[in-house]
């Protein structure tokens, strides 16, 4: 561990109150600034590792906002995924979480879950679920798992109708292709429809990234290796995302855990320049779009939550996706006060922290509520998962990604 | 130490979810954002007065010294436990009471974060004045207990001018109530100032009434940059002098231009060597012209370029640039330490000249930023604390710049108050008999001593 990363906090606590925990949760330890104390003293060896220690670095959504706020450059993303891999480390972790690490770093695993009607409804997730509920989210409202994988609905290359303006890789992530495929095609029908040969390689893994925010760094590392050399491909347009989190996995995490590991990052580094989240694509490319949108589209309210994956992890900021929203034929869009917070899914936090969570979601539904809108576009499943999850009323407010909109307004 | 029985007497006042004494609580609160640590023995979330009235009443039967403590922002070790016993954390009770724009008052618990009274009060078309830079961090109390400021003070004044009543908690655990709602207000001495700025050693706010203001009609921002820091310092004592009174006025050096730059990715002058950055407010017709007569100022005073922010968004993010300042310094190096001499306005250009040259005489890597318009100089000084000839030539450098800025007819702290930072320094603002004369007042209100011990009284 570098120590002069943690000297670099000056305590002066301007991260404390953007960080979503702290501010539900007003204790010093969980802030930002505490945690890199309690790091940094544990690296003193004032400190040793406890239960309590883990349950503090557990009370973390790691969505990046304290990094973003920090005016001194402290990388919190690195410090606590670091501490959290020295705890797993000298403890392993608790059984339930043991259980949804498993499923997300096999494949394999993932896709006989996908078996099952719902996901949740399995006897092994029957059991992580306390009563009737996965951490703050009622079973009922999880979301149906898709009933055959999406990668294996659709051909490894789809191409344009006519000549191709070029070919992009189309990293699926696990979400789009176990739980929502209606992503999945959205992206196919957008991208081919601007003129892109749309390939989807076959032995895509899951992005890792899972696996090392809960500091499961060599776990990943199998994972990371797979998908660089499978993705590192010089000649092609881009590497399509449509989910914050591998995106900044792909962008961001595998750099880091790569040099982390004394491992050679440099095809993660050309992998790197070629990600793509798909809403900043389409609004790079949007004149190959704009051709194909319905203006004569019927208005509807739109309203937005901006993913702490995208806007904090891949600087694809709020106003960019605002703009390419205001461009949509048929999109009224309306501004929801907290736009930019975190929506307190943050990976397994939503069961760790139920009640922490809830707190901060339902702050985002009231007022996302409160817009009137009847769309909330949100380009991360994770958040999707998480929000629509919550939803009182899911029928008044649909939780969809930014690109199922740009398809909806294609011309028929 | 506290032992078991007191722990638990304590516990059951708040409950065993807001009592703490394991180790990693206990560390989180050894520091603020000032340099020296120390531990509590415990850490104590109070939500109502009377749980802190009843933690009170043990701390005193037991003799147990009590810190108080917001969000730990205050650069002065106000907040650390210096003598360990309680951390008293009041993050937990912060409540909005009453907002009255009628009165133009609000009544609120100490630990709201100032912030969020600000977008309480802008739905209603109102503000509170004081603005310090840890505006969207610190506490209502904690701004108390500091007196806190900040840029628009200079117009509009410092947290004492908009206190009008308070609700504290005395060491015994007695209860009492200064002052009223009412702007005017002499009965009886006006206690409320005395607990402004008594960085806890005096009694709890546990409730405030303050003073609020309505959002004036029309703002500016004005950026001006120039080749030269004496004439940027020449400028703000120009205007001041000339009767001008801008909302805010602050100054920045070439360094700090450089490192806000960096930490807000804002395009900013980098290769000026000073910069002011001026806000004005009122009525429209009178912003208007005062913002022509402070750009002639500045022209005429060697300014290079003078430019005003076309939009809202620009001019705020001018403005969370610079609060971004004091932390973006120690991008610089391991640490930062800001110093808070304050001097009369005229006196600014000398003021900054010496500090250039003390810091040059003691090879530090120095950058002055200032709320100029009211004379508040803040040299951020980076460095490395493990470095000790630094370290010692820092102590030197500072004493220096005390002894400058009271010749010059200054105090040792404008705003971030004296804690444990500052306090061996008094005797350069003080005489024996007025130093006598505050710890008279704090044996009479706190005979044992036992409120944030171990600090300036
Ligand atoms: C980046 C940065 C910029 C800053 N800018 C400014 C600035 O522009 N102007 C300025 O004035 N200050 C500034 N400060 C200093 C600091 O933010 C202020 O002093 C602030 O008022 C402290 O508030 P807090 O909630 O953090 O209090 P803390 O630091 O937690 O406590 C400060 C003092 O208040 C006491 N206290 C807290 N609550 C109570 C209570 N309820 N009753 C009695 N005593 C209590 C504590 O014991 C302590 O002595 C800045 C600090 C930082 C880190
Ligand atoms: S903002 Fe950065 S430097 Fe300041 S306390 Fe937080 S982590 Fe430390
Ligand atoms: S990553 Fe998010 S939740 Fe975790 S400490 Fe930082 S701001 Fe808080």
């Known amino acids: ?412 | 130490m506290i032992n078991e029985e007191i722990k638990s007497a304590l516990k059951k006042v708040v409950g065993k979810d807001r009592f703490f004494d394991d180790p990693e609580e206990i560390l989180s609160f050894s520091y603020d954002a000032f340099i020296l640590t120390s531990k509590p023995d415990v850490v104590i979330y109070p939500e109502t007065t009377e749980e802190v009235s009843n933690i009170m009443k043990i701390a005193d039967r037991e003799n147990i010294p009590v810190t108080c403590r917001g969000s730990g922002t205050n650069i002065s070790a106000a907040s650390v436990p210096v003598k360990k016993g309680i951390a008293l954390c009041f993050t937990k009770m912060n409540r909005v009471i009453e907002v009255n724009t009628r009165d133009r008052y609000v009544i609120v618990e100490p630990g709201l974060i100032n912030g969020e009274l600000q977008k309480v009060l802008a739905k209603e078309g109102f503000f509170y004045p004081p603005d310090p830079g840890s505006i969207n961090v610190s506490t209502i109390g904690g701004n108390i207990a500091q007196n806190a400021g900040g840029p628009r003070c200079l117009k509009y004044g410092v947290t004492s001018d908009y206190v009008l009543a308070m609700e504290v908690v005395l060491a015994s655990g007695k209860i009492v109530r200064v002052g009223s709602r009412n702007v005017k207000d002499v009965t009886g001495y006006k206690l409320s100032s005395l607990f402004c700025g008594s960085e806890g050693t005096l009694g709890i706010v546990t409730e405030a009434t303050l003073r609020v203001v309505p959002i004036a009609e029309s703002h500016r921002t004005i950026l001006a940059t120039y080749d030269d820091l004496e004439d940027t310092a020449n400028t703000v004592a120009d205007i001041i002098g000339s009767g001008i009174l801008p909302a805010a006025m602050e100054l920045m050096d070439k360094t700090v231009i450089n490192v806000v730059a960096d930490a807000s990715g804002m395009s900013l002058p980098r290769e000026a060597a000073g910069m002011l950055l001026i806000e004005i407010d009122g009525v429209e017709e009178a912003v208007e012209k005062e913002m022509n007569r402070i750009a002639e100022k500045a022209r005429a005073n060697g300014a290079r370029d003078v430019t005003v922010a076309h939009t809202q968004k620009e001019s705020d993010d001018l403005w969370a640039a610079r609060r971004l300042a004091y932390g973006a310094f120690a991008r610089l190096a391991p640490n930062c330490i800001v110093e808070d001499v304050t001097v009369p306005v005229s006196n600014v250009p000398k003021m900054i000249k010496a500090t250039r040259e003390i810091a040059d005489r003691y090879n530090l890597h120095l950058g002055i930023l200032a709320h100029a318009g009211d004379g508040n100089m803040h040299p951020l000084i980076a460095h490395d604390p493990k470095d000790k000839d630094e370290l010692r030539r820092i102590e030197q450098a500072a004493k220096e710049i005390f002894e400058t800025g009271v010749s010059l007819g200054g105090t040792l702290s404008g705003e971030h108050g004296i804690g444990l930072a500052k306090a061996e320094f008094l005797p350069l603002v003080m005489n024996q008999d007025t130093l006598d004369l505050m710890a008279d007042i704090k044996k009479t209100l706190d005979p044992k001593g036992i409120l944030n011990p171990g600090k300036f009284v």
């Open chain 1, 1 to 412: 561990m570098d120590v002069n990363d943690i000297d670099k906090c000056v305590k002066c606590g301007l991260c404390l109150t953007s960080c979503p925990v702290y501010y539900e949760v007003c204790r010093e330890p969980v802030s930002p600034r505490g945690k890199v104390q309690l790091i940094a003293a544990s690296k003193r060896q004032n400190l040793s590792i406890s239960r309590n220690l883990e349950n503090i670095f557990s009370q973390c959504l790691m969505c990046g906002t304290c990094t973003q706020n920090c005016p001194s450059g402290v990388r919190h993303d690195m410090l606590f995924m670091r501490m959290r891999s020295q705890i797993v480390h000298d403890f392993g972790r608790d059984w339930k979480k043991r259980v949804l690490y498993h499923f997300l770093s096999h494949e394999h695993q993932l896709k006989l879950a996908a078996g099952f009607a719902k996901f949740g409804r399995n006897t092994i997730l029957e059991k992580l679920a306390r009563d009737t509920k996965l951490g703050n989210i009622q079973i009922k409202n999880m979301p149906r798992v898709n009933k055959v994988p999406f990668r294996q609905q659709v051909p490894g290359v789809v191409e344009p109708a006519g000549k191709p303006r070029g070919t992009v890789l189309y990293f699926t992530g696990c979400a789009t292709n176990y739980v929502y495929d209606d992503i999945g095609h959205a992206i196919v029908k957008v991208l081919t429809t601007m003129g892109y040969r749309v390939e989807i390689p076959g032995e895509q893994v899951c992005c890792g990234l899972p696996m090392f925010s809960q500091g499961g760094f060599e776990t990943a590392k199998s994972n990371i290796l797979k998908n660089t050399k499978l993705l590192d491909r010089p000649d092609d347009a881009a590497v399509i995302v449509d989910c914050a989190t591998c995106g900044y996995a792909l962008r961001n995490g595998y750099v880091d855990i790569l040099e982390e590991l004394h491992a050679d990052p440099s095809a993660a580094r050309r992998l790197s320049s070629k990600v793509k989240d798909i809403s900043e694509f389409i609004w790079q490319h949007f004149d190959e779009l704009e051709p194909f949108l319905d203006p004569e589209k019927p208005k509807v309210k739109v309203t937005y939550h901006a993913p702490c994956h995208l806007r904090n992890s891949q600087a694809v900021g709020t106003d960019l996706i605002e703009q390419l929203l205001e461009k949509i034929p048929g999109v009224d869009y309306i501004r929801a006060a907290d736009t930019d917070s975190c929506c307190g899914g943050g990976g397994t936090f939503f069961y760790d922290h139920p009640g922490t969570s809830k707190k901060i979601v339902d702050k985002k539904i009231k007022n996302a509520t409160g817009t009137g809108a009847s769309l909330w576009v949100t380009g991360c499943p994770e958040c999707r998962v998480n929000l629509s999850g919550n939803l009182k009323n899911p029928e008044s407010l649909q939780v969809i990604h930014p690109v199922q909109l740009i398809e909806q307004s294609l011309k028929k």
